[in-house]
Structures are given as C-alpha cells and as structure tokens.
C-alpha cells in the first residue's frame, strides 16, 4: 500500500510562487508513475504535470513554462513548483501515483489535496 500526504498550499498574489510537495509511504519502490491534478470549483479534474521513474516529464499546456515537477527520491518525495501564478490555477490540488502490483497488475493512489488560492 502507498500513502500519499500533501503539503505547501495556501493564499498567494498573482504573479507569486509556491512549492507543494508529497509525501510518499509505504511500498515506494513499486511507484512508477506520479503526477499532480487539480480540480476547481464547477470544474473537472484535470491532469497538471506527470513524471516517470525515468525522470520524463509532461506538462498540460495551461501551466507549461510556468510549473515544475520534480521529485526527491531520496526523500521519497515529489514536488511541484509553481512560477508566476494566475488565479486560474486556483484549485485543490492532488498528488497521484502509478503503483505496480505485478506484470499486468496496477492501482492509483491518492493523496487528499491541499487548497491553492491565488489572489487577483
């Protein structure tokens, strides 16, 4: 099982910057995929950013040049930095990760969001 925990959001002005992190626990080293979504208000989920145990990179086009995603093995941790914010990308934002469970077998694991604001 792998729990996802994240962290980092909050109130920011446009045109400011904050980090969100993901705290990952649990069988780790079966995680081969993970991303970031976000959900607004009235709105459906939408992909933001994923990364591959490679270290492949994808971004959805709304925040390409602006976001970045990253992770800290080590640390067993995956980030998101996020540059010169609109309020657009006002949302819940949530950690996902690709778990392996066998050859052909595999789950998603979700973390419980953490709220951005960005202020106009």
């Known amino acids: 099982q792998v729990q996802l925990v994240e962290s980092g959001g909050g109130l920011v002005q446009a045109g400011g910057s904050l980090r969100l992190s993901c705290a990952a626990s649990?069988?780790?080293?079966?995680?081969?995929?993970m991303h970031w979504f976000r959900q607004a208000p009235e709105t459906a989920r939408e992909l933001v950013a994923s990364?591959?145990?490679?270290?492949?990179?994808n971004y959805a086009d709304s925040v390409k040049d602006r976001f970045t995603i990253s992770r800290d093995n080590a640390k067993s941790t995956l980030y998101l930095q996020m540059n010169r914010l609109k309020p657009e990308d006002t949302a819940v934002y949530y950690c996902a990760a690709g778990v392996i469970l066998g050859e052909s077998l595999s789950y998603t694991s979700w973390g419980q969001g953490t709220q951005v604001t960005v202020s106009s």
């Open positions: 990364i591959t145990i490679d270290g492949s990179t």
């Open positions: 649990g069988n780790i080293f079966n995680i081969k995929t």
